[in-house]
T-cell receptor, first 111, second 112 residues
Framework: NAGVTQTPKFQVLKTGQSMTLQCAQD?????MYWYRQDPGMGLRLIYY???????DKGEVPNGYNVSRLNKREFSLRLESAAPSQTSVYFC??????????FGPGTRLTVT | GEDVEQSLFLSVREGDSSVINCTYT??????LYWYKQEPGAGLQLLTY?????DMKQDQRLTVLLNKKDKHLSLRIADTQTGDSAIYFC????????????FGSGTRLSIRP
């Protein structure tokens, strides 16, 4: 039981490049989330998925797209990376009405 | 609207108690959580309290909830150097079953 896993752990992109951050959970949770964490700003919700086949915008969705590929996997895509997207990205999952479980994070730098 | 607020920093002496405070705005919260984040790591759930409870104790941790004032606190007794971390308060919103709102985190530092 690995919990929530994320790949890659670190990534450096040039402005305008694209990439996909992968997230998977093996806890059979319905809900999955993508957050970004910036110094002094806590966690900001980018997108979430309440169940397989559904996705909703969070607080800061601009510049991102998501795919809930199946119940286990929820990916985050940056189509054209910008320096403002330099951040640490966390994926999380949650069973109905319970606490969230977080992945270890992806540290992304856009130059 | 939905908002969770915390002070950014707290410094305490080793062995003293730490009290981290949080205020929230949504009165329909179901669960309130405390998460701990150590440097370079993800968030780990420390403890949580259901919104119809006033207090929950778990070893060195005591959570107090004042629903009237929408105030949540986390007390860590006998604070140790290993307690140095960022502590996040979060609330689960009844109106949106999937959504959890996080505060900006309180960085706890321990003085010798």
């Amino acid at each position: 039981n690995a919990g929530v896993t994320q790949t890659p752990k670190f990534q450096v992109l040039k402005t305008g490049q694209s990439m996909t951050l992968q997230c998977a959970q093996d806890m059979n949770h319905n809900s999955m989330y993508w957050y970004r964490q910036d110094p002094g700003m806590g966690l900001r919700l980018i997108y979430y998925s309440a169940s397989e086949g559904t996705t909703d915008k969070g607080e800061v969705p601009n510049g991102y797209n998501v795919s809930r590929l199946n119940k286990r996997e929820f990916s985050l895509r940056l189509e054209s990376a910008a320096p403002s997207q330099t951040s640490v990205y966390f994926c999380a999952s949650r069973a109905e009405g319970r606490e969230q479980y977080f992945g270890p994070g992806t540290r992304l730098t856009v130059t | 609207g939905e908002d969770v607020e915390q002070s950014l920093f707290l410094s305490v002496r080793e062995g003293d108690s730490s009290v981290i405070n949080c205020t929230y705005t949504d009165s329909s919260s179901t669960y309130l959580y405390w998460y701990k984040q150590e440097p370079g790591a993800g968030l780990q759930l420390l403890t949580y309290i259901f919104s119809n409870m006033d207090m929950k104790q778990d070893q060195r941790l005591t959570v107090l909830l004042n629903k009237k004032d929408k105030h949540l606190s986390l007390r860590i007794a006998d604070t140790q150097t290993g307690d140095s971390a960022i502590y996040f308060c979060a609330e689960s919103i009844y109106s949106s079953a999937s959504k959890i709102i996080f505060g900006s985190g309180t960085r706890l530092s321990i003085r010798p």
